[in-house]
């Protein structure tokens, strides 16, 4: 039995597996589902679904250098591949990095908004205001990502505005390079091939705190659990959550009045086949601020003539309509249409070759006004129980990127909590 264990063997899960692997330590990974990307077929072009690994942090780039090397690890540089389609014209994102592809007249409008801005406003809580203090009505009105006027509805006005900051690159005339993998699903691949010895694939039915194992949802509490001194999860917290099981009903009430205030949207990914030839954009990935259509962001992946267009939608925590067929199918013919109207399809009487979907749950994590207090209590408490949450949705944190997973695997290692007495 293994004293270090880890569950999920997604793209977090993978990382930190091959992390302990390369300083000898022993562990077994957990996991019943896909690890990585999803792997999709539509009508014998193969592509993956899934959300795009984007990077710019040279740890993560050593440690899978030194972990899956070349030819797998290859990178693109996406600077003129991200784009922002605003009023009908694509602009570079960031915007606020990419200031001279603006006419000097632009660039002066967006720079005196700036620097004129009402700094009073920046310690607002109320989002709208908080993000005229800190970067002008220019950018307020038009390019600030994820969220713009459109999107802030009365709901926003409830989200603490210190945990939207780092989402916004702030203005510069320094290009930051931003990078993609661009075999992803190999990469993945490569990191399981890496670990697969310790790889263990189980439904796990429940978590038992107290003393510290871990049971198959098939199985009876008779001796065949895992015991472990130290548990790395990387499933999503809510998920993760309902595995939990302890004793104490003080801490279990607790848990559970915390645990309810964990709030989030859900995605669709749809995925729709057309020629290359219809698409009338040059970029790999495209953001749509104004919030005009059905989607918010737009992926291209253009194989053999074809082009796989995934779209991510965004729909509430509760709602169960995405999984009737009819309206999924009303929704594959409203991305199309808003494809066609945003003029990435060219073709406005072309109807797409296949369509494919893919929920991903949660995916948005929502930050009110419980949010802060509530999951630094429950990362606390977790910890105090060996559990140690790696990855975004594990620790419940909506700025964290990939890189964040090798980087919370090497502040793990130099704390000791891997180290343990084998006698």
Not at 2 to 26: E, V
Not at 29 to 56: A, C, W, Y
Not at 185 to 201: A, G, S, T, Y
Not at 282 to 287: A, F, L, Q
Request: with cysteine; hydrophobic share 35%; net charge positive.
């Amino acid at each position: 039995m293994s004293k270090i264990l880890i569950l999920g063997a997604g793209p977090s899960g993978l990382i930190i597996a091959n992390y302990l692997k390369q300083r000898d330590y022993d562990f077994k990974i957990v996991s019943s589902g896909n690890h990585g990307f999803i792997p999709e077929d539509m009508n014998g072009i193969k592509f993956s679904l899934g959300q795009r690994t984007l990077f710019d942090n040279e740890e993560l780039y050593g440690f899978l250098c030194s972990t899956v090397g070349d030819p797998i690890l290859q990178m693109q540089n996406l600077n003129e591949k991200i784009g922002v389609l605003y009023k009908g014209k694509e602009y570079n994102y960031p915007i606020q990095n990419n200031l001279e592809k603006f006419r000097l007249f632009e660039q002066m409008k967006i720079l005196f908004s700036y620097y004129c801005r009402n700094r009073k406003l920046s310690i607002s809580k109320i989002y709208a205001n908080w993000v005229r203090g800190n970067y002008g009505n220019w950018l307020a009105d038009n390019i600030i990502l994820p969220h713009t006027n459109k999107t802030l509805k009365e709901d926003l006005f409830t989200i603490y505005s210190s945990y939207y900051g780092k989402k916004v690159v702030k203005l510069s005339r320094k290009k930051k390079f931003v990078r993609e993998f661009i075999y992803p699903q190999e990469i993945m691949e490569c990191l399981f091939n890496n670990i697969k010895e310790h790889f263990i694939e189980k439904h796990i039915g429940m978590i038992h705190l107290d003393n510290r194992f871990i049971v198959d949802e098939d199985e009876t509490l008779n001796g065949n659990e895992w015991k472990y001194d130290v548990l790395i999860n990387t499933i999503a917290l809510p998920k993760f959550l309902e595995l939990i099981h302890t004793t104490s009903k003080e801490y279990t009430d607790m848990l559970s009045v915390a645990k309810d205030t964990l709030r989030w949207n859900n995605m669709l990914i749809v995925a729709l086949l057309v020629p290359t030839d219809f698409i009338s954009t040059h970029r790999s990935i495209v953001y749509f601020p104004e919030r005009d259509y059905l989607f918010s962001k737009v992926y291209f992946q253009r194989l053999n003539g074809y082009t796989v267009i995934t779209c991510e939608v965004s729909y509430r925590e509760n709602d169960k309509r995405v999984k009737n067929k009819a309206f999924l199918n009303k929704i594959y013919e409203i991305v199309e249409s808003d494809l066609k109207k945003s003029g990435l399809i060219i073709n406005n009487d072309f109807i797409s070759y296949f369509r494919k979907s893919h929920l991903i749950q949660p995916s948005y994590i929502i930050c009110d006004k419980d949010y802060e207090c509530n999951n630094i209590f429950i990362q606390h408490y977790l910890q105090h129980h060996g559990i140690y949450n790696v990855g975004r949705f594990a620790e419940w944190k909506p700025n964290l990127r990939v890189e964040d997973s090798v980087i919370r695997a090497r502040k793990l290692v130099e704390k000791g909590i891997f180290e343990y007495d084998t006698d």
